[in-house]
């Protein structure tokens, strides 16, 4: 079976974000970040669902290269990043959520492996051990606040990464889906290109 992408962009901060602010701007907040999530996919992938704070993209039967996914991600980062600037200069509002955007930040999992597509009506979501192993691998031991991971299939590929990254290896244990190896890249050095909004 032809191993497939799976992508997760997860917003930090969202749970301490929703519970300390007001319900009806948070709501607004968090729609505009996961809107600018979705419109800054340039890989062509499917929506499997939205879980909070995450996305879980997939795309099935291709596995883009390494330097294809740190590009997707430095896209999503960026645009993330741009959004929050503008929001913190247009905002009039005092209240929890629309003064505590700037806390949020955002960090990507990537993994591939071989998936079953589950079909209910017309939905079609992703189904099978990669699936949980992607989603555990939001827990990890990574010390940056900001990054891609990525496991296995793109290990091998720094050659393909920008001047500004560096693939940091590591690994985790699990429970339930053992010892996982996977590279980091810090999105920290994108931070000083996100550009400040027009006055």
């Known amino acids: 079976m032809p191993h497939s992408l799976l992508f997760i962009p997860d917003i930090s901060g969202f749970t301490r974000f929703v519970n300390e602010s007001e319900v009806q701007h948070g709501r607004h907040v968090v729609a505009e970040l996961l809107e600018v999530l979705f419109s800054s996919d340039q890989l062509g992938m499917s929506v499997a669902e939205i879980e909070g704070d995450a996305i ?46 700037q806390g949020l930040s955002l960090k990507f999992v990537a993994h591939a492996g071989p998936i079953e597509t589950l079909r209910v ?51 985790t244990d699990y429970a339930d889906v053992g010892r996982i190896r996977h590279g980091h890249v810090p999105l920290a050095p994108l931070r000083a290109g996100v550009p400040d909004p027009p006055a």
């Not at 991600?73 to 209240?95: G, N, P, Q, V, W």
């Not at 691998?137 to 990574?142: A, E, G, Q, R, S």
């Open 56 to 101: 879980l993209f997939f795309l099935p039967d291709r596995v883009p290269e390494l330097g294809e996914i740190v590009q997707q991600a430095a896209r999503t980062f960026r645009s993330f990043h741009t959004h929050l600037k503008s929001f913190e200069r247009d905002r009039i509002c005092e209240c929890g959520a629309c003064s505590g955007v």
């Open 121 to 171: 009506r017309e939905f079609a979501k992703p189904f099978g051990r990669d699936v949980i192993v992607a989603h555990r691998l939001l827990k990890n031991d990574v010390p940056d606040d900001e990054y891609l991971l990525v496991t296995e299939p793109w290990l091998g590929e720094d050659a393909a990464l920008p001047e500004w990254a560096r693939l940091a290896r590591g690994e």
